[in-house]
């Protein structure tokens, strides 16, 4: 792989120095181990409730589920031309420079740090510190009296922290090394869920009223179909959401412009499989309405034969796949910050390589700092649910630019052309373009501070940009 070169001046003379680049040895496993891994966190184990509570009929629940893993995978097909033709370290801010502009992709990589991709961390963290205090109870009960307030679970808060700080630790010293524990963890969950299904099916008694009703229900609280399929197609989405996380590792992917492409489109098919099966599961031992009404549907419907010990292996479960998305986030995303930074619109030092290890180092130190302020304050819930409009809007705009890069850059080799253009990438544009426009008309507060964080990227931009052209 070529260094990067770097001009430095040793007793007055100028010399050339290389510094090392990111190590390109992710293989195609690894890279469609990312995907998996990163769409599958706790969302399998939490949103049916909310769907089914929402949507109250059987046929609508698997209908939602498999629209919104069509539309993901829209999304993927549109992605994958793009990321066959520029496999760059750090993905969709790459893809906006490339299609727009400088301040596009600035404010998608400002979105991405200051709350997007470092909220989800702290978040799915949190999840699996949790999970554990199934066995530790005392967790959850530890807290610190500052006198002008009180900081609760703490206990939970700091193995949150720990877990990112190992993984910050493990892809510090190789990213093949985070690549092995991605690929470990992500096998892992995916076994865990296929027991799950399989475990229902085997040995469940089926429910007297599985299934039912299908297709001939409607929503439990009165509301319209179409008002109910929205509001649960929010849940669906954001259990699907992380698909795109693999673009970022392009640079260090091998032959990036087949596999990214490959790994987007497969792993996403995969998930969607294993969506389904476990719902599926759920409503075959227990009914819709048992579903809309239980806190853990997981752990409610293997519990039906394994009693007390269903909570545990449950609990095993939701640890395993956290993890594995904590490790998959913090590996990605880190590159995002590090492409910023070599176009010089962020902190200069995240841009190094380790010389050693061949890793955006600073980057992952500086994300994983800053995810575990989030975590300790406790925000990174709420700032998460402010910016998730704003996340669905650079997914249109990704997903125009294919159109863009058509028209700028016709005669550009593509490994792989987007399946069902143009019909498929405006599908997914006008569903995306719906979803955000919904967001802000039924969540207007939320909407406006997301909005807010988003644009206070502006002033740092032209900071950044200044800095840039005057140094």
Not at 24 to 40: D, E, K, N, Y
Not at 126 to 154: D, H, T, W
Not at 224 to 251: E, Q, R
Not at 311 to 322: E, W
């Amino acid at each position: 792989m070529r260094h990067k070169v770097e001009i430095k001046f040793v007793n007055g003379e100028e010399i050339e120095v290389e510094q090392p680049g990111l190590a390109t040895r992710l293989g195609l496993p690894t890279a469609v181990a990312v995907v998996i891994g990163s769409i599958i966190g706790s969302g399998i184990f939490l949103v049916p409730q909310k769907i089914a509570l929402t949507l109250g009929d059987a046929g609508w629940i698997i209908a939602v589920w498999i629209f919104g893993g069509l539309l993901s995978l829209a999304g993927a097909l549109t992605n994958a031309e793009i990321a066959g033709m520029i496999p760059a370290a750090g993905g969709q801010y790459v893809y906006f420079r490339e299609i727009y502009n400088d301040f596009t992709a600035f404010l998608y990589g400002w979105t991405t740090f200051i709350v997007y991709q470092t909220g989800s961390i702290a978040a799915i963290a949190v999840a699996f510190a949790k999970y554990l205090g199934f066995f530790f109870p005392g967790l959850s009960r530890i807290q610190i009296n500052f006198g002008f307030f009180i900081m609760p679970e703490v206990g939970i808060k700091l193995v949150a922290i720990a877990a990112i700080l190992f993984v910050m630790t493990v892809n510090y010293f190789g990213v093949q090394f985070g690549g092995f524990l991605q690929r470990l963890f992500t096998s892992l969950k995916v076994i865990a869920i296929a027991g799950i299904v399989f475990t229902c099916f085997a040995f469940g008694e089926r429910s007297g009223h599985a299934f039912t009703p299908f297709f001939t229900g409607g929503p439990l609280h009165g509301t319209s179909l179409l008002s109910a399929f929205g509001i649960a197609l929010v849940s669906v989405l954001w259990a699907y959401d992380g698909w795109n996380s693999v673009t970022y590792l392009s640079g260090e992917v091998k032959d990036a412009r087949r596999n990214i492409p490959i790994a987007l489109i497969f792993g996403t098919i995969t998930v969607i499989v294993i969506y389904l099966a476990a719902n599926l599961a759920y409503m075959y031992v227990l009914p819709v309405s048992g579903i809309a009404h239980s806190q853990l549907v997981a752990s409610d419907a293997i519990s039906r034969f394994f009693g007390q010990n269903g909570g545990a292996l449950i609990a095993v479960a939701v640890m395993i796949s956290t993890f594995g998305t904590v490790n998959a986030t913090t590996m990605t995303t880190a590159r995002v910050y590090f492409a910023m930074a070599k176009d010089k619109l962020f902190f200069k030092r995240i841009s190094d390589v380790h010389p050693k290890y061949r890793t955006p180092h600073v980057s992952l130190l500086v994300q994983g700092a800053w995810a575990s302020v989030l975590t300790l304050t406790g925000t990174y819930d709420q700032l998460f649910t402010y910016v998730i409009f704003a996340s669905w809007l650079f997914y249109a705009l990704g997903a125009f630019g294919i159109f863009v890069l058509r028209k700028k850059r016709p005669d550009a080799p593509r490994p792989y052309r987007a399946i069902g253009y143009p019909v498929v990438p405006v599908a997914f544009v006008i569903v995306a373009v719906w979803f955000v426009y919904n967001t802000i008309i039924t969540d207007p507060r939320d909407s406006l501070f997301g909005l807010g964080l988003v644009l206070i990227g502006v002033p740092a931009y032209i900071y950044w940009k200044r800095k840039a052209q005057t140094g």
